[in-house]
């Protein structure tokens, strides 16, 4: 899980900003990195004007940042670094991701990332214990036989088990040696990988009816007469190092991820406005999101991240009402006001600070601010709020 994202302060004028909105903002963003507050960002919500870019430009000081809607979106709360698997991983490994993680599904991606579904820990764990298809289902497994070897750990000790994919017929020899012959004499043999503890009568039964491959579990010895029946007759023998039940299991999940992926699937962009995206989730059954830019995978939203704390807070200068805010401010925590308008019936859920003074602009009080914190005001910031004064003010005759 990604850490998360720093937490950004926008000091932010109203909309259509004038000289004294901008300087303001600027001011009192520099004043909050001077007294040692991180992340705190001037900005402005409209265009700047021909004087404003003489002032800026006069003073040695960059525009604001423009910034149109503060609105939440999705790349607020979505995870980037993100686990997932490709078509052809082996669904064991889909598991043992999803175990480690505490996870309920992964993102399933092409070799550029291209998201083609999700596999949900439910399908995954139904594949490993299959009730569909009952016992028919349980046996089959499509994929490579070095794969399936692979899962459970296995050693090969006569042969090398193949590459290619293909369909293997699970049977465990736990039965009766005639009870054996039986059941495997209704199956081509070549499609069988037995798998039997120290039970020799049925290894060499197995090698002897040419069947595919033969696992001897619990990592038990192979005697000299059942590698050799297994070698003359072409069989693979492998020792797995755990019982029969896991190899097995873990068998099992030697099939690729692609046959479980669940193509239709709910998405978002890092763009998607969080409120439209929670609405999207609340009314969808998946639990993982993709995030998804240009089609590539950058990201994904759990429905528990539509929970978390958005990563930004404001600061509104030269305006309260937020008929005049930037768009979005009512859905961003706003910690400070620094106005000299009329109140406009402006309200908050936590206190805040609240600084509006019956001054000629934000500007002076911007000044005020710095006296009180006993910071010196740097020329280039002092030349803006002057000019930011001087302009509210109709050159102080207002």
Same mark, same amino acid.
């Given at each position: 899980?990604? &850490?998360?994202?720093?937490?950004?302060?926008?000091?932010?004028?109203?909309? +259509?900003?004038?000289?004294?909105?901008?300087?303001?903002?600027?001011?009192?963003?520099?004043?909050?990195?001077? *007294?040692?507050?991180?992340?705190?960002?001037?900005?402005?919500?409209?265009?700047?004007?021909?004087?404003?870019?003489?002032?800026?430009?006069?003073?040695?000081?960059?525009?604001?940042?423009?910034?149109?809607?503060?609105? &939440?979106?999705?790349?607020?709360?979505?995870?980037?670094?993100?686990?997932?698997?490709?078509?052809?991983?082996?669904?064991?490994?889909?598991? $043992?991701?999803?175990?480690?993680?505490?996870?309920?599904?992964?993102?399933?991606?092409?070799?550029?990332?291209?998201?083609?579904?999700?596999?949900?820990?439910?399908?995954?764990?139904?594949?490993?214990?299959?009730?569909?298809?009952?016992?028919?289902?349980?046996?089959?497994?499509?994929?490579?036989?070095?794969?399936?070897?692979?899962?459970?750990?296995?050693?090969?000790?006569?042969?090398?088990?193949?590459?290619?994919?293909?369909?293997?017929?699970?049977?465990?020899?736990?039965?009766?040696?005639?009870?054996?012959?039986?059941? @495997?004499?209704?199956?081509?043999?070549?499609?069988?990988?037995?798998? @039997?503890?120290?039970?020799?009568?049925?290894?060499?039964?197995?090698?002897?009816?040419?069947?595919?491959? @033969? @696992?001897?579990?619990?990592?038990?010895?192979?005697?000299?007469?059942?590698?050799?029946?297994?070698?003359?007759?072409?069989?693979?023998?492998?020792?797995?190092?755990?019982?029969?039940?896991?190899?097995?299991?873990?068998? $099992?999940?030697?099939?690729?991820?692609?046959?479980?992926?669940?193509?239709?699937?709910?998405?978002?962009?890092?763009?998607?406005?969080?409120?439209?995206?929670?609405?999207?989730?609340?009314? *969808?059954?998946?639990?993982?999101?993709?995030?998804?830019?240009?089609?590539?995978?950058?990201?994904?939203?759990?429905?528990?991240?539509?929970?978390?704390?958005? &990563?930004?807070?404001?600061?509104?200068?030269?305006?309260?009402?937020?008929?005049?805010?930037?768009?979005?401010?009512?859905?961003?925590?706003?910690?400070?006001?620094?106005?000299?308008?009329?109140?406009?019936?402006?309200?908050?859920?936590?206190?805040?600070?609240?600084?509006? +003074?019956?001054?000629?602009?934000?500007?002076?009080?911007?000044?005020?601010?710095?006296?009180?914190?006993?910071?010196?005001?740097?020329?280039?910031?002092?030349?803006?709020?002057?000019?930011?004064?001087?302009?509210?003010?109709?050159?102080?005759?207002?």
């Amino acid at each position: 899980m990604t &850490p998360a994202s720093p937490l950004q302060t926008i000091v932010i004028g109203h909309r +259509n900003p004038d000289m004294d909105s901008i300087c303001a903002a600027i001011g009192y963003a520099e004043l909050k990195r001077l *007294s040692g507050v991180p992340g705190v960002i001037p900005a402005r919500a409209g265009s700047t004007n021909e004087r404003i870019d003489f002032v800026l430009e006069k003073f040695g000081v960059e525009s604001p940042l423009f910034i149109s809607d503060l609105s &939440p979106r999705v790349r607020d709360v979505m995870e980037r670094e993100v686990l997932s698997v490709t078509a052809h991983s082996p669904v064991y490994e889909a598991v $043992r991701l999803i175990e480690q993680n505490r996870m309920r599904g992964l993102p399933v991606v092409d070799g550029e990332m291209r998201c083609l579904g999700l596999l949900s820990a439910f399908k995954a764990l139904q594949h490993m214990l299959p009730c569909e298809n009952g016992a028919e289902g349980a046996r089959m497994v499509e994929a490579p036989l070095s794969e399936i070897v692979k899962t459970f750990g296995g050693t090969p000790l006569v042969g090398e088990p193949g590459t290619a994919v293909g369909n293997h017929r699970l049977v465990v020899a736990a039965m009766a040696y005639e009870t054996y012959c039986s059941r @495997v004499s209704a199956f081509p043999a070549e499609e069988i990988v037995v798998i @039997v503890g120290d039970r020799e009568d049925i290894q060499m039964a197995a090698v002897q009816g040419g069947v595919e491959a @033969v @696992v001897v579990t619990g990592g038990l010895p192979v005697s000299d007469a059942v590698s050799a029946e297994a070698r003359k007759n072409g069989v693979i023998l492998v020792s797995s190092p755990t019982d029969s039940a896991t190899t097995v299991l873990l068998a $099992r999940g030697a099939s690729k991820v692609e046959e479980k992926v669940d193509r239709d699937f709910v998405f978002f962009t890092p763009d998607t406005l969080l409120d439209t995206a929670r609405e999207a989730a609340t009314d *969808s059954g998946q639990t993982l999101f993709p995030v998804l830019d240009g089609g590539k995978l950058v990201g994904v939203v759990a429905k528990s991240d539509f929970l978390k704390a958005i &990563p930004r807070q404001l600061i509104l200068v030269d305006h309260n009402e937020l008929s005049q805010a930037v768009p979005g401010a009512d859905k961003v925590p706003i910690i400070e006001v620094l106005d000299h308008h009329r109140i406009g019936g402006f309200s908050s859920e936590t206190p805040i600070l609240f600084w509006n +003074n019956p001054v000629g602009s934000t500007s002076s009080i911007v000044a005020m601010c710095y006296r009180q914190a006993g910071i010196a005001i740097p020329k280039p910031i002092a030349g803006l709020l002057m000019a930011g004064l001087i302009s509210d003010t109709l050159n102080l005759t207002s």
